[in-house]
């Protein structure tokens, strides 16, 4: 892995049209941080400020709004790259087109951005227009979301992976909305980054530091059914159709809400996040919440997103539904959640579901196999050999789900259906 914090210059920036150009190891929260002001926001942007450029072109990272504007790549006017061969590119969506595709979202092991231009988004506000709303079960959120989604920048929704029967997959959704010129009163205060940084305490009292240690307390399964029992609750009486600005800081990067939140987890964590087509998504998601009720391993966190097509080469988008689902790692029980996550990745498969790499922990070579495609993979592979011969860039996702893939393959790809069946995923292999 490369560490490109250094390379974090910006290389060029017109406010007048929102075209900046940077290095790749500035992270989304420099990003905005130096473009708010001038009333421009990233296009899309991840749970947290943390990532570089670089890192997210490499996973073509998506956002609450994919169903209107598609991964980051999308924005991407340009980038150039160095090649393990020693070559330097410039791509776009119209100069080296193929590689274009397949460096955004390529893993990194392609090659390395060095630059990138990327075209943001016109704003006229620090804020958003949000609403907030109860949703008695999975079926009510898809049909909300379907409603919606033609008229809303932002819709996502929380799901309480504890609930069960008439209940499964109940939750809240949130829609947000820019705001239109004029609309704020006040937007020299409001597109002000000072004002839109996250407050370091709690009610402004307890600091949100030690925040994590409290969290501890409740993270097992008693605990967490009743905090998803309490804030479902909570979104049918008290915040149910409550309307409300909201900083597009605080509204975005809930992950940087409690700092170093994940060591709340004593044996760490997993998120499994799944992309089914729109159609089987009710019966799929509303199968994989049953069974890791029935195993015991119910999810203490579930975000459901609605995504649409692209055209990038590893892309991980459906037209269709997203659910990442959160586990903790049990002491005892980790080839439990390891065989619970193959069956999920059974049921994604017959449903015509994809898989995000930047969340993986628990994939193997069959599933990206089947999802992936015969076409997809052998030009992955020709792109590989072409960019990097001598297997320089390599990362341990790489290695242990293509290079498998690769070794049985050593001539020519088969077709989806021939290409050998990697055996699932052994329970003596942890997540």
Same mark, same amino acid.
């Given at each position: @892995?490369?560490?490109?914090?250094?390379?974090?210059?910006?290389?060029?920036?017109?406010?007048?049209?929102?075209?900046? =150009?940077?290095?790749?190891?500035?992270?989304?929260?420099?990003?905005?941080?130096?473009?708010?002001?001038?009333?421009?926001?990233?296009?899309?942007?991840?749970?947290?400020?943390?990532?570089?450029?670089?890192?997210?072109?490499?996973?073509?990272? +998506?956002?609450?709004?994919?169903?209107?504007?598609?991964?980051?790549?999308?924005?991407?006017?340009?980038?150039?790259?160095?090649?393990?061969?020693?070559?330097?590119?410039?791509?776009?969506?119209?100069?080296?087109?193929?590689?274009?595709?397949?460096?955004?979202?390529?893993?990194?092991?392609?090659?390395?951005?060095?630059?990138?231009?990327?075209?943001?988004?016109?704003?006229?506000?620090?804020?958003?227009?949000?609403?907030?709303?109860?949703?008695?079960?999975?079926?009510? @959120?898809?049909?909300?979301?379907?409603?919606?989604?033609?008229?809303?920048?932002?819709?996502?929704?929380?799901?309480?992976?504890?609930?069960?029967?008439?209940?499964?997959?109940?939750?809240?959704?949130?829609?947000?909305?820019?705001?239109?010129?004029?609309?704020?009163?006040?937007?020299?205060?409001?597109?002000?980054?000072?004002?839109?940084?996250?407050?370091?305490?709690?009610?402004?009292?307890?600091?949100?530091?030690?925040?994590? =240690?409290? @969290?501890?307390? #409740? #993270? +097992?399964?008693?605990? @967490?059914? #009743?905090?998803?029992?309490?804030?479902?609750?909570?979104?049918?009486?008290?915040?149910?159709? +409550?309307?409300?600005?909201?900083?597009?800081?605080?509204?975005?990067?809930?992950?940087?809400?409690?700092?170093?939140?994940?060591?709340?987890?004593?044996?760490?964590?997993?998120?499994?996040?799944?992309?089914?087509?729109?159609?089987?998504?009710?019966?799929?998601?509303?199968?994989?919440?049953?069974?890791?009720?029935?195993?015991?391993?119910?999810?203490?966190?579930?975000?459901?997103?609605? +995504?649409?097509?692209?055209?990038?080469?590893?892309?991980?988008?459906? *037209?269709?539904?997203?659910?990442?689902?959160?586990?903790?790692?049990?002491?005892?029980? =980790?080839?439990?959640?390891?065989?619970?996550?193959?069956?999920?990745?059974?049921?994604?498969?017959?449903?015509?579901?994809?898989?995000?790499?930047?969340?993986?922990?628990?994939?193997?070579?069959?599933?990206?196999?089947?999802?992936?495609?015969?076409?997809?993979?052998?030009?992955?592979?020709?792109?590989?050999?072409?960019? *990097?011969?001598?297997?320089?860039?390599?990362?341990?996702?790489?290695?242990?789900?293509?290079?498998?893939?690769?070794?049985?393959?050593?001539?020519?790809?088969?077709?989806?259906?021939?290409?050998?069946?990697?055996?699932?995923?052994?329970?003596?292999?942890?997540?």
């Amino acid at each position: @892995m490369l560490d490109l914090h250094s390379m974090n210059s910006g290389l060029g920036w017109n406010p007048h049209t929102g075209v900046i =150009r940077v290095e790749p190891g500035v992270t989304i929260e420099q990003l905005w941080r130096y473009t708010l002001e001038d009333g421009w926001w990233p296009p899309v942007v991840p749970g947290t400020m943390a990532p570089t450029l670089g890192g997210c072109l490499a996973m073509n990272i +998506h956002g609450k709004n994919n169903y209107r504007v598609g991964p980051i790549g999308e924005h991407v006017l340009e980038f150039t790259a160095l090649l393990p061969t020693g070559q330097e590119i410039t791509c776009s969506p119209t100069e080296n087109v193929e590689l274009f595709y397949a460096l955004i979202g390529g893993l990194g092991v392609l090659g390395v951005f060095t630059s990138i231009t990327l075209q943001m988004k016109r704003i006229y506000s620090g804020e958003l227009a949000v609403q907030a709303w109860a949703a008695p079960n999975l079926g009510a @959120m898809l049909a909300d979301i379907e409603s919606l989604k033609a008229d809303t920048d932002y819709l996502v929704g929380w799901v309480d992976g504890t609930a069960g029967g008439r209940g499964l997959g109940r939750g809240q959704l949130h829609r947000a909305d820019y705001l239109a010129p004029g609309a704020d009163p006040h937007p020299a205060y409001t597109l002000r980054p000072g004002n839109q940084d996250l407050p370091d305490t709690l009610f402004g009292v307890f600091p949100k530091a030690s925040l994590w =240690r409290l @969290m501890r307390l #409740l #993270l +097992h399964r008693p605990g @967490m059914t #009743l905090v998803n029992t309490a804030k479902y609750l909570a979104a049918r009486t008290l915040s149910h159709h +409550h309307h409300y600005p909201q900083p597009l800081v605080a509204f975005n990067f809930l992950l940087d809400y409690i700092p170093r939140w994940q060591h709340a987890y004593s044996n760490g964590l997993i998120q499994y996040q799944s992309f089914i087509p729109r159609e089987a998504a009710p019966d799929t998601f509303g199968a994989m919440l049953t069974l890791s009720q029935r195993r015991g391993l119910p999810t203490y966190l579930g975000v459901l997103k609605r +995504h649409r097509p692209d055209n990038f080469l590893l892309t991980h988008a459906v *037209d269709g539904y997203s659910l990442a689902l959160d586990f903790p790692v049990p002491g005892g029980r =980790r080839p439990e959640l390891q065989t619970l996550a193959n069956d999920f990745n059974r049921m994604v498969l017959e449903a015509g579901g994809r898989f995000y790499f930047a969340k993986d922990s628990t994939l193997n070579p069959h599933a990206v196999a089947r999802f992936l495609g015969e076409e997809t993979l052998a030009r992955f592979r020709a792109l590989k050999e072409r960019c *990097d011969p001598q297997g320089v860039l390599q990362t341990e996702l790489y290695r242990r789900l293509f290079v498998p893939i690769f070794e049985a393959a050593p001539t020519s790809a088969s077709t989806p259906d021939s290409l050998p069946l990697f055996a699932q995923t052994s329970s003596t292999h942890t997540p």
